[in-house]
């Protein structure tokens, strides 16, 4: 036996057990102790092999190489071809692969590696997106790259798509139309329409996305008929168009099949239904929402709070409280706030002055963000106040004033601001309406706004003026500092005015009650 060639199969054996270090070691041993042996080229070839493995690139490269250089005759030569063309198309450098495989390609076309070859060219056009120039290619080559129709339709598809996973949308679109006009009726046709839309969506071409859903949805149902659907109806939703969203979601509710699309379907009716005002409608849809397992609190809150609004403009105030109920348990949020509101307007508008008035104090005894719905909630106190003690004065004429002192400049300027803001959009949105209704007459609002500059003394100047001079019947105060005082003046008799107070400071809220009645006739 051949020292040379047992040395070749000791290295070429510890390959075979996963010890290419070693066999690295051992085949560098062979062509330095055998340089003019016969098994160099298997050697180097093998010494290449075993840092593919370790994928050490650079080195892999030079030892394959060395077969291309030194053995163009050796069996190992287009085999060391074609796996420099890997290891580069692996290292993105698709020139350099294209090369070395195009080589082999037409320097060994009936070879088990030209075949090879093909595939990695073939690849290298896909990931280009270029299948045409490879189909090009491909067909001058004879027998040994002939295409199927069907093949040929999946390289289209394959090397479109790769753009489109690129991010490219304005080449994504011109590919995906490239196949559809080479392949109408391909097996990828849905795919690349949906594709097109998708572009055409993130291009803000919406009338054209919308073409293509509706050629999918069109056809007979496939993988992409739930998904159309529902952007389709989305689409319709971000324009108000709620009539043509409710068709797609109703048809896409008969038909979905994932719970999660069918969650989709469900909340796309009810916020069309709300909007449209079918209200006869909601409390199916809703029941619907509901009953689905792990309901997210969110969609739980905002499908029972259109529920109560739905029975709320049905005249079903019973079902509305209940649901209202349900929803101002947690005030922070803008439905929750809106909800414990609503509440007290449906006591008032029963006539339950005493339940409004309940609510309003449990409503500003607990904090909340938004002030808009506790401004809204203190005048319509205001006005319960005026029903149960009241006569509205005749001097007052058409308009109820409420009077505004706080720091509207300094320091606290912009807390102010957010509270007259607050106070402005209420009255401004229940002037809109119509205004309010005390003991058969209708009355609208204004707001009267004076700057104390958290000054006791300003503030208490401030309500009197504004009681004296602009016929206030309340005046708000949001600040502690400011409350106090006032809360010792506003039980002057002929200058009595309601006063409206929120701070967050637990001693004042023990001290002092926002509102107080202590005789059937005088508000404090």
Known sequence: LDADYALFQRGFSLGLVSRP???????????????????TDDA??????????????????????????????SSYYPKALVQIGLLYYNSSDLENSLAYYKRVVETFPNSAEAKNALIGIRNIYIDKGDAATYFNYASKLGSIANISASEKDSLSYMAAEKVYLTGNCEKSILAFEDYLSENPQGNFAVNAMYYIADCNIRNNNVDKAVEYFENIINRPRNSFTEQSLLRISNIYLNQKQYEKAYTYLDNLESIAEVKSMLLDARLGKLRCAFELQRDDQIPVIAANILSTEKLSPELERETRFKLAKANYRSKKYDDALIEFSKVAQNLKTIEGAESKYMKALIYFERGEYNRTENEVFSFAENNTPHQYWLAKSFILLAVTILALTWAVPAAMADDIVFGFTGPLSGLGAEYAEDCTNGLEMAIDEINQRGGVTVRGKKYTFRLEKMDDKVSPELAVANARKLCNEHKAIAVFNPVATTVAPLMEINQEKKNEFILMGYTSVPTMSKKLSLIHISEPTRPY
């Open 21 to 39: 270090e070693k066999k690295i070691e051992t085949l560098k041993g062979l062509l330095s102790k055998y340089p003019t042996s016969s098994y």
């Open 44 to 73: 180097i070839f093998e010494i290449a092999e075993a840092y593919n493995i370790l994928e050490n690139t650079s080195q892999a490269i030079d030892f394959y190489k060395r077969v291309e250089s030194e053995f163009p005759n």
